[in-house]
């Protein structure tokens, strides 16, 4: 019986058309003998229709021949949520404080999308926005009927000066922590 050799394989996200020789990429690719340029160039070209910068998981094949195949699925969940609820970042202390909020209108377009990866081909859509729900759960983003459009640009005018707080809260803890080194 012939011993089965499983070729190196690789999940990374990369942003759609910014595939670089540089960290922390290019290194990942070398250790495992992929040719870096050839890789990079066969990546932007195929996501040269996709909005430059959109973070894709890729699942990255390398063949005995160095040869490898790029198997790209959807963007994550988490980025389409803060899309959807126009945030940069999510809450830091979930649960606690809402960073955003998103319609049940906006969960069945995201869900509808993510089906179309192979992680969920089996599930149903149902299941996929359950899911979806629970990640923005996860990022502090709250779920709602409907969405006011004033209402909301209020809470995003509130809510970016209780972001900028605690940016100067983690800046501060970052300077006691250097100056005791």
Do not use: W
């Given at each position: 019986m012939e011993k089965i050799k499983h070729p190196p394989f690789l999940k990374v996200n990369?942003?759609?058309?910014?595939?670089?020789?540089?960290?922390?990429?290019g290194p990942q690719l070398g250790q495992?003998?992929?040719?870096?340029?050839?890789?990079?160039?066969?990546?932007?070209?195929k996501t040269k229709e996709i909005k430059p910068g959109v973070?894709?998981?890729?699942?990255?094949?390398?063949?005995?021949?160095?040869?490898?195949?790029?198997?790209?699925?959807?963007?994550?969940?988490t980025y389409f949520l803060k899309q959807a609820a126009g945030i940069k970042k999510g809450a830091m202390k979930a649960g606690q404080e809402t960073a955003?909020?998103?319609?049940?209108?906006?969960?069945?377009?995201?869900?509808?999308?993510?089906?179309?990866?192979?992680?969920?081909?089996?599930?149903?859509?149902?299941e996929v926005c359950k899911r979806v729900i629970g990640t923005a759960h996860s990022i502090?983003?709250?779920?709602?009927?409907?969405?006011?459009?004033?209402?909301?640009?209020?809470?995003?005018?509130e809510r970016q000066e209780i972001v900028e707080q605690?940016?100067?809260?983690?800046?501060e803890l970052r300077q006691s922590k250097m100056l005791r080194l």
């Open positions: 990369i942003p759609a058309g910014k595939a670089a020789a540089a960290p922390p990429l495992r003998g992929i040719q870096i340029a050839a890789f990079c160039k066969d990546f932007n070209e973070p894709l998981p890729t699942r990255i094949t390398v063949n005995p021949d160095r040869s490898f195949s790029i198997m790209m699925h959807q963007p994550p969940v955003g909020k998103v319609s049940l209108k906006h969960i069945y377009e995201i869900a509808s999308i993510k089906c179309q990866d192979p992680t969920f081909e089996n599930i149903s859509l149902q502090g983003v709250e779920v709602v009927q409907h969405l006011d459009a004033t209402d909301y640009a209020q809470f995003l005018e605690q940016q100067e809260e983690l800046e």
